[in-house]
């Protein structure tokens, strides 16, 4: 069973940095696109980022670009896809989530019929 489980968030300042984590198991990492996404309160839940584990193609979305970075990290512990959040905005405030996703040409979609989200991460940015 695929099992995702996000950490990392917190309380910063705007401007500030922060890094989250994911880490997966219960998947042949290779195989999958890995995408973080966010939900704030009273929005729809957004991807932001998303990583093909195959080869490393990435997709931001673009009030991130530039201040958001995706990555992965594999070791003898299991996987883990980090985000990099730099020059963090009062408007990045909302719950984080990774989730099995779909890298697109232009964007990222949630794998088809993936349902187990994580409790996620929240991220409070103060201006």
């Known amino acids: 069973e695929v099992q995702l489980v996000e950490s990392g968030g917190g309380l910063v300042q705007a401007g500030g940095s922060l890094r989250l984590s994911c880490a997966a198991s219960g998947l042949t990492f290779d195989d999958y696109d890995i995408g973080w996404f966010r939900q704030a309160p009273g929005k729809v839940r957004e991807g932001v980022a998303c990583?093909?584990?195959?080869?490393?193609?990435?997709?931001?979305e673009d009030s991130v670009k530039g201040r958001f970075t995706i990555s992965s990290e594999s070791d003898n512990d299991g996987h883990t896809v980090y985000l990099q959040m730099n020059s963090l905005k009062p408007e990045d405030t909302a719950v984080y989530y990774c989730a099995p996703s779909v890298l697109l040409p232009t964007g990222m979609v949630l794998l088809l019929n993936f349902d187990k989200w994580g409790q996620g991460t929240q991220v409070t940015v103060s201006s």
């Open positions: 990583m093909r584990m195959r080869d490393g193609s990435t997709w931001y």
